[in-house]
Protein backbone atom coordinates (compact mmCIF):
# COMPACT_ATOMS: atom_id res chain seq x y z
CA UNK A 1 0.00 0.00 0.00
CA UNK A 2 1.43 3.44 -0.51
CA UNK A 3 -0.20 6.71 0.78
CA UNK A 4 0.75 10.10 -1.70
CA UNK A 5 0.71 13.49 -0.05
CA UNK A 6 1.28 16.41 -2.38
CA UNK A 7 2.27 19.74 -1.21
CA UNK A 8 3.64 23.42 -2.15
CA UNK A 9 0.74 24.35 -4.74
CA UNK A 10 -0.43 28.15 -4.40
CA UNK A 11 -0.92 31.66 -6.09
CA UNK A 12 2.39 32.58 -8.01
CA UNK A 13 2.50 35.46 -10.80
CA UNK A 14 3.04 34.45 -14.29
CA UNK A 15 7.09 33.76 -14.57
CA UNK A 16 7.17 32.89 -11.29
CA UNK A 17 8.45 29.36 -10.00
CA UNK A 18 7.10 26.42 -7.90
CA UNK A 19 8.09 23.19 -6.87
CA UNK A 20 5.08 20.61 -5.77
CA UNK A 21 6.47 17.96 -3.14
CA UNK A 22 5.06 14.32 -3.07
CA UNK A 23 5.56 12.47 0.08
CA UNK A 24 5.11 9.14 -0.08
CA UNK A 25 4.43 6.54 2.69
CA UNK A 26 4.94 2.68 1.89
CA UNK A 27 8.30 0.23 1.48
CA UNK A 28 7.83 -0.24 -1.72
CA UNK A 29 8.29 3.81 -2.84
CA UNK A 30 11.89 3.65 -3.69
CA UNK A 31 11.13 0.73 -6.82
CA UNK A 32 8.02 2.42 -8.42
CA UNK A 33 8.16 4.93 -10.72
CA UNK A 34 6.41 7.70 -10.16
CA UNK A 35 4.19 10.78 -12.31
CA UNK A 36 2.80 14.29 -12.28
CA UNK A 37 -0.70 14.80 -14.08
CA UNK A 38 -2.31 17.93 -13.77
CA UNK A 39 -6.49 18.29 -13.94
CA UNK A 40 -7.69 22.40 -15.16
CA UNK A 41 -11.44 23.17 -14.94
CA UNK A 42 -13.57 21.40 -17.19
CA UNK A 43 -10.90 18.97 -18.27
CA UNK A 44 -8.75 15.82 -18.56
CA UNK A 45 -6.36 14.58 -16.38
CA UNK A 46 -3.16 14.93 -18.14
CA UNK A 47 0.37 13.84 -18.33
CA UNK A 48 2.94 16.29 -16.60
CA UNK A 49 6.02 14.31 -16.08
CA UNK A 50 7.37 10.47 -15.30
CA UNK A 51 10.51 9.51 -13.64
CA UNK A 52 11.59 6.07 -13.08
CA UNK A 53 12.47 3.94 -10.00
CA UNK A 54 15.84 5.52 -9.82
CA UNK A 55 15.50 8.90 -10.91
CA UNK A 56 17.73 8.02 -13.83
CA UNK A 57 14.74 8.57 -16.82
CA UNK A 58 12.46 11.19 -16.94
CA UNK A 59 9.91 11.81 -19.93
CA UNK A 60 7.69 15.19 -19.71
CA UNK A 61 4.65 16.08 -22.00
CA UNK A 62 5.42 18.80 -24.58
CA UNK A 63 3.73 21.62 -22.79
CA UNK A 64 5.95 21.61 -19.95
CA UNK A 65 9.31 20.46 -21.19
CA UNK A 66 11.95 22.49 -20.69
CA UNK A 67 10.23 24.19 -17.79
CA UNK A 68 9.44 21.47 -15.74
CA UNK A 69 11.84 18.90 -13.81
CA UNK A 70 10.67 16.14 -12.01
CA UNK A 71 13.26 14.37 -8.94
CA UNK A 72 13.03 12.22 -6.55
CA UNK A 73 14.79 11.46 -3.50
CA UNK A 74 14.47 7.58 -2.17
CA UNK A 75 15.71 8.23 1.08
CA UNK A 76 13.11 10.54 1.92
CA UNK A 77 10.38 8.92 -0.14
CA UNK A 78 9.75 12.11 -2.07
CA UNK A 79 8.97 13.56 -5.35
CA UNK A 80 9.21 16.65 -6.69
CA UNK A 81 8.27 18.88 -9.42
CA UNK A 82 10.07 21.67 -10.18
CA UNK A 83 8.23 24.25 -12.20
CA UNK A 84 9.62 27.58 -13.89
CA UNK A 85 8.38 30.10 -16.25
CA UNK A 86 5.06 29.55 -15.20
CA UNK A 87 2.07 30.59 -17.23
CA UNK A 88 -1.97 30.93 -16.55
CA UNK A 89 -2.79 27.95 -18.72
CA UNK A 90 -0.65 25.84 -15.85
CA UNK A 91 -3.48 26.85 -13.46
CA UNK A 92 -4.99 23.11 -12.29
CA UNK A 93 -5.05 20.80 -9.78
CA UNK A 94 -1.74 18.63 -9.51
CA UNK A 95 -1.93 15.53 -8.83
CA UNK A 96 1.51 12.70 -7.62
CA UNK A 97 0.87 9.64 -8.21
CA UNK A 98 2.55 5.97 -8.27
CA UNK A 99 2.82 2.76 -10.88
CA UNK A 100 3.63 -0.66 -8.70
CA UNK A 101 6.71 -1.24 -11.02
CA UNK A 102 9.95 0.50 -11.47
CA UNK A 103 8.87 1.72 -15.18
CA UNK A 104 7.66 5.29 -16.21
CA UNK A 105 4.59 5.87 -18.45
CA UNK A 106 2.00 8.43 -19.55
CA UNK A 107 -1.33 6.83 -19.36
CA UNK A 108 -3.38 7.52 -16.33
CA UNK A 109 -4.17 3.81 -16.44
CA UNK A 110 -1.04 2.71 -15.54
CA UNK A 111 -0.71 4.56 -12.25
CA UNK A 112 -2.22 2.47 -9.59
CA UNK A 113 -2.25 5.23 -6.44
CA UNK A 114 -3.11 8.73 -6.42
CA UNK A 115 -2.85 11.44 -4.12
CA UNK A 116 -5.79 14.04 -3.15
CA UNK A 117 -4.05 17.18 -5.31
CA UNK A 118 -2.64 20.61 -4.86
CA UNK A 119 -3.93 23.57 -6.29
CA UNK A 120 -1.58 25.86 -8.58
CA UNK A 121 -3.40 28.75 -9.82
CA UNK A 122 -0.70 31.43 -11.92
CA UNK A 123 -1.94 34.59 -12.28
CA UNK A 124 -1.52 36.93 -15.58
Known amino acids: QVQLVESGGELVQAGGSLRLSCAAS????????MGWFRQAPGKERDFIAA????????DYADSVKGRFTISRDNAKNTVYLQMNSLKPEDTAVYYC?????????????????WGQGTQVTVSS
Open 97 to 113: AARTIASMARSRSAYFY
Open 26 to 33: GRTFSSSA
Open 51 to 58: INWSGGST
